[in-house]
């Protein structure tokens, strides 16, 4: 069912989510391989770096202090995962800064 309605969210992306994924596929940041709209347990993240466990999160207004994100960020972080949230506005208005902020936590330790 999850692998469905990843299929789904794959090919109907937000605008945020598409135009993150053009700087974000084929390796183009730092090397590191990323898939997006990945199942890990009972969630689909939007992207994900196995290599780095890392996840990247982009939300829009509905998500402004919701309760879920949080226990959705503290399951995932309490398997190990680190997560990054950014907003949609800031992916679209401040890519290289995103872009920047997702290569440091690529390449720094936790």
């Not at 999160?57 to 309490?78: F, I, M, N, P, V």
Request: proline content about 5%; hydrophobic content about 35%.
């Amino acid at each position: 069912m999850r692998s469905t309605r990843a299929r789904e969210l794959r090919r109907n992306p937000t605008d945020a989510e598409r135009h993150l994924w053009v700087r974000l596929r084929q390796k183009q940041l730092g090397g590191f391989r990323f898939r997006r709209q990945q199942p890990i347990g009972a969630y689909i993240v939007d992207f994900f770096c196995p290599e780095a466990a890392l996840i990247i999160e982009l939300d829009g207004g509905q998500h402004d202090g919701s309760d879920r994100d949080a226990a959705r960020t503290k399951w995932l972080e309490e398997r190990g995962y680190r997560v990054l949230r950014f907003w949609n506005n800031e992916a679209l208005s401040n890519t290289d800064g995103v872009l920047l902020a997702i290569h440091r936590a690529l390449t720094l330790p936790p």
